[in-house]
């Protein structure tokens, strides 16, 4: 995909930070998301409120005081908007740090209400609508082999947390490509009812149903979208209980 930086808007540096550090800390997730043109031969949404271009993965294994310093030089690098970071668990430490070393660098933290399933499904959601692209890394042909795949195999119940994942979850909230999308979220998710009756879906996304089958939702946290007929969750095709 041919895409400039001059087509390019908002830019993030999201950093999902290791709580602890040493050798059998996590690694730190460093995904840089820019907010960028449609692209209509990946997406046919009627009404797109635009795509995310994954930049650069920066993921490293690194103490504060390094790691800070890391994600301020990828900020430059990437000529970034905003750094986020994910403060839970003591992450808040990232701001701090960062505004010792660089004071007018502009942060914002993001704290975890739901766990990371949940958090990931409207991420994953924008890969299906095709709004969400790998336009950088080393090898073009493979771009960030280590994101795509924890994207591919990380599961609720995995023993390892996907940094990187995480990372390109807030970078891709604070661009504001998910969450409050309106009619245009919506819009994606009724042709994806329509189009995928049923069977298996990749994680996180959780399995639809066609618009015309009398279920009933059963989501934790569904988001209803209101048709000629019925009311409908966005996420199972079910009807409002």
Not at 181 to 201: C, D, L, N, T, Y
């Amino acid at each position: 995909m041919n895409i400039t930086r001059e087509q390019l808007g908002r830019t993030v540096v999201a950093c999902d930070p290791a709580v602890t550090s040493g050798e059998e800390a996590d690694d730190s997730g460093i995904i840089v998301v820019a907010r960028g043109p449609h692209q209509p031969e990946t997406c046919d949404l009627d009404s797109c409120p635009g795509h995310g271009y994954v930049l650069a993965d920066k993921t490293c294994h690194l103490p504060p005081a390094q790691l800070s310093r890391t994600i301020i030089a990828t900020y430059d690098e990437a000529q970034a908007d905003r750094v986020v970071a994910e403060a839970n668990n003591g992450g808040d430490y990232i701001g701090a740090m960062i505004h010792a070393i660089r004071a007018d660098i502009p942060y914002s933290k993001v704290t975890a209400t739901r766990g990371k399933q949940t958090r990931a499904e409207p991420a994953s959601a924008l890969y299906e609508q095709g709004r969400v692209h790998h336009v950088g890394g080393a090898d073009p042909g493979e771009p960030f082999p280590e994101l795509a795949a924890e994207m591919e195999t990380w599961t609720p119940d995995a023993s390892w947390s996907p940094n990187r994942l995480d990372a390109l979850v807030w970078g891709l909230t604070a661009l504001g490509l998910i969450g409050a999308q309106g009619a245009a979220f919506m819009a994606a998710w009724s042709k994806e009812i329509e189009k995928h009756p049923s069977g298996p879906r990749p994680l996180p996304i959780p399995e639809l149903h066609p618009a015309d089958e009398q279920t009933v939702c059963k989501c934790k946290a569904p988001r209803y979208r209101e048709t000629a007929d019925s009311i409908r969750c966005v996420f199972c095709g079910g009807e409002k209980a």
